[in-house]
T-cell receptor, first 113, second 114 residues
Framework: AQSVTQLDSHVSVSEGTPVLLRCNYS??????LFWYVQHPNKGLQLLLK??????LVKGINGFEAEFKKSETSFHLTKPSAHMSDAAEYFC???????????FGKGTLLTVNP | EAGVAQSPRYKIIEKRQSVAFWCNPI?????LYWYQQILGQGPKLLIQ????????DSQLPKDRFSAERLKGVDSTLKIQPAKLEDSAVYLC????????????FGPGTRLLVL
């Protein structure tokens, strides 16, 4: 069994300030973990993925995430927010015999000018 | 490279009517997924195909939902009869192979059941 908890349903930051989106996971397997972004009326886009290599994962658009097994966390960060980062972000865990994806409920990121 | 295509983009129907959604995955992708995303929630897997065979349909409400991928390429998801709670975005995704491969998502079909 696996599950994902995104700790904030809504995060609001000012442009140019750091972004932190928090994610905790639960899995009976050695999980793969992903962050996807969804802009309004567009499909989900992969930001980054962790698959048991380096624990600090770099993704597109300056995002990165750190896998911490002891804390069962996979938080997403970015040093400086841009207006174009405003979107919904989903933390996803994959594992098991068919590597099924289980999505969190999402965090809506708002970036204020 | 063309992405995952879905149609229609929007659909409004009345309860008890039937509706069908179409998905064309990225060329060469063997695995195809249908997800349901209810407002305020993350996507939930409905069914997963590997080529034209079903790998996982454990969360598909089989009394009203059906899906097929006859030639291992494009796929159709049908709801008959629709209920109010089926209002959601239906997302199609594909991946090159099944295990730990990145899934590429289409833009989705937004369904409203009145």
């Amino acid at each position: 069994a696996q599950s994902v908890t995104q700790l904030d349903s809504h995060v609001s930051v000012s442009e140019g300030t750091p972004v932190l989106l928090r994610c905790n996971y639960s899995s009976s397997y050695s999980p793969s973990l992903f962050w996807y972004v969804q802009h309004p009326n567009k499909g989900l886009q992969l930001l980054l993925k962790y698959t048991s290599a380096a624990t600090l994962v770099k993704g597109i658009n300056g995002f990165e995430a750190e896998f911490k097994k002891s804390e069962t966390s996979f938080h997403l960060t970015k040093p400086s927010a841009h207006m174009s980062d405003a979107a919904e972000y989903f933390c996803v865990v994959s594992g098991g015999s068919n590597y099924k994806l289980t999505f969190g409920k999402g965090t809506l990121l708002t970036v204020n000018p | 490279e063309a992405g995952v295509a879905q149609s229609p983009r929007y659909k409004i129907i009345e309860k008890r009517q039937s509706v069908a959604f179409w998905c064309n995955p990225i060329s060469g992708h063997a695995t195809l997924y249908w997800y349901q995303q209810i407002l305020g929630q993350g996507p939930k897997l409905l069914i997963q195909f590997q080529n034209n065979g079903v790998v996982d349909d454990s969360q598909l409400p089989k009394d009203r939902f059906s899906a097929e991928r006859l030639k291992g390429v494009d796929s159709t998801l049908k709801i008959q009869p629709a209920k109010l709670e089926d209002s959601a975005v239906y997302l199609c995704a594909s991946s090159l192979r099944r295990l730990q491969e990145t899934q590429y998502f289409g833009p989705g079909t937004r369904l409203l059941v009145l």
